[in-house]
C-alpha cells in the first residue's frame, strides 16, 4: 500500500552546500525511496547552484531545484516548497532543513509505524530527532502547553522515548515530519509572513485542529546543528545579557513578534503586562550591559508591537 504513495521530501537551504550535500545523499540513499526531492534555495549567495551543478544534483531527475529570487526565511522557503508539492499531486510532504540527515531507514520506518497505528484521522508522522551525539532533540516535538508565552511546545518526557513505537504528540518541527496531502488540502500552507521562528508551532496548531500528529519512535533523523545557548524557547525573554551581532539579534525579536502573534491570532489568555515587564526587563539588559543601546532597545519594543498589531515587516533583516 505505501509504495502506491507519492512522497517528496521538501528541503530548504540558505549557504550550507556542504551540509546540503549530506542532506541530499541521505534523502537519494533511503530503503523506501522518495519520488521526488522538492529542494528551495532562498537565493543563496555561496554558490549553491554551481555547486549543485558541479556535484551533478540538478542533473538527477528525482532532485526538483527552485532557486527563490530572494531570502524568504524558513518560513517561506517551507511555505512555497510545500505549495509546490501540493500542486504537483504528492500525498505527502516529508519537510527537512538543509542541516538535516535521516537514517537510511527513516522514511520506510515512519510509513511502517503509521500504518500500525488504527487512527483513520492521522494527518502528520515525525521521526525522532538526534544531535552529533546521539541526544534526543527533545524541544524539537512535544505537547502544547500553558507558561508565560501560552501557545507554545513543552518537550515530551524523556520516559517517553522508550514507551511504545508509537506516541500521539501535538507539535513536531519541521525537521522530519511527514504530512499528509489530506491535511494540506485542509489547511492550507505555512504562514510566510514569520520568515524565522515559530511558523512550525503555528502549522502544527493549525494540524492538530484537523487531524492527528504521531512520533514514530523507531524513525530517527540526525539534526547537526549547534544549540544556541542566545535562544532558548522556553525562555526566550530572558536571554542572559550575551552580545549578539545586531542581525542575529534581529532574528531573535521576531521569534518574539511571532509568538505574541500567534497567540493573539489564536486567542490564547496571554498576559500582555507580564509580557511587557519582562521585555523591560531585557530592554535594561541592553542599555547596561550591550552595544548599540538605543537601536537595540527600539528593535525590542518593535517587535512588541509589531506582534501586537500583527505587523510582519521582515525588511528590518536586510536593512541592518
Same mark, same amino acid.
Given at each position: 500500500?505505501?509504495?502506491l ?24 540513499a533511503q ?13 543563496s ?20 531545484y ?29 519537510l ?12 520506510e =520506518?515512519?510509513?511502517?509505524?503509521? @500504518?500500525? &497505528?488504527?487512527?483513520? /484521522?492521522?494527518?502528520? !508522522? ?5 544531535d #552529533?551525539?546521539?541526544?534526543?532533540c527533545?524541544?524539537c ?20 522515548y ?7 504528540i ?6 522530519g ?31 492538530n ?7 514514530i ?17 522556553k ?10 551581532? =545586531?542581525?542575529?539579534?534581529?532574528? @531573535?525579536? &521576531?521569534?518574539?513578534? /511571532?509568538?505574541?502573534y !500567534?497567540n493573539?491570532?489564536?486567542?490564547? #489568555?496571554?498576559?500582555?503586562l ?17 552595544k548599540?543601546k ?27
Amino acid at each position: 500500500m505505501t509504495d502506491l504513495l507519492k512522497i517528496a521530501a521538501v528541503v530548504v537551504t540558505y549557504n550550507r552546500k556542504e551540509l546540503l550535500k549530506e542532506c541530499l545523499d541521505a534523502l537519494l540513499a533511503q530503503t523506501r525511496p522518495v519520488d521526488s526531492i522538492i529542494l528551495m534555495d532562498n537565493a543563496s549567495t555561496d554558490g549553491t547552484p554551481e555547486f549543485l551543478e558541479k556535484m551533478g544534483y540538478l542533473s538527477n531527475p528525482v532532485i526538483d531545484y527552485v532557486r527563490l529570487p530572494e531570502n524568504t526565511g524558513g518560513a517561506g522557503g517551507f511555505h512555497y516548497g510545500i505549495k509546490r508539492g501540493y500542486e504537483k499531486g504528492f500525498d505527502w510532504l516529508w519537510l527537512m532543513d538543509d542541516d538535516a540527515e535521516p537514517m537510511e531507514d527513516s522514511l520506510e =520506518l515512519l510509513l511502517i509505524g503509521g @500504518q500500525a &497505528i488504527n487512527d483513520e /484521522n492521522i494527518g502528520a !508522522l515525525a521521526s525522532v530527532v538526534i544531535d #552529533n551525539n546521539g541526544n534526543i532533540c527533545n524541544t524539537c516535538r512535544g505537547n502544547f502547553g500553558f507558561n508565560r508565552w501560552n501557545l507554545i511546545q513543552t518537550p515530551l518526557p524523556p520516559e517517553s522515548y522508550k514507551m511504545n513505537n508509537k506516541i500521539k504528540i501535538e507539535f513536531a518541527s519541521f525537521v522530519g515530519i511527514l504530512i499528509s496531502r489530506n491535511v494540506i488540502q485542509r489547511i492550507g500552507f505555512p504562514d510566510a509572513k514569520f520568515f524565522i521562528y515559530h511558523d512550525d508551532v503555528e502549522y502544527c496548531y493549525r494540524i492538530n485542529q484537523v487531524s492527528s500528529l504521531y512520533l514514530i519512535n523507531k524513525s530517527f533523523i540526525l539534526h547537526k546543528i549547534t544549540k544556541n545557548k542566545d535562544y532558548d524557547i522556553k525562555n526566550i525573554l530572558y536571554f542572559n545579557f550575551k552580545r549578539t551581532s =545586531l542581525k542575529k539579534f534581529i532574528l @531573535q525579536n &521576531i521569534g518574539i513578534r /511571532n509568538v505574541i502573534y !500567534l497567540n493573539i491570532k489564536y486567542k490564547r #489568555n496571554i498576559n500582555i503586562l507580564k509580557i511587557m515587564f519582562s521585555l523591560l526587563k531585557r530592554s535594561a539588559g541592553v542599555i547596561l550591559f550591550d552595544k548599540n543601546k538605543i537601536k537595540r532597545t527600539l528593535i525590542i519594543w518593535k517587535a512588541f508591537f509589531d506582534g501586537i498589531r500583527g505587523r510582519f515587516d521582515n525588511s528590518i533583516i536586510f536593512k541592518n
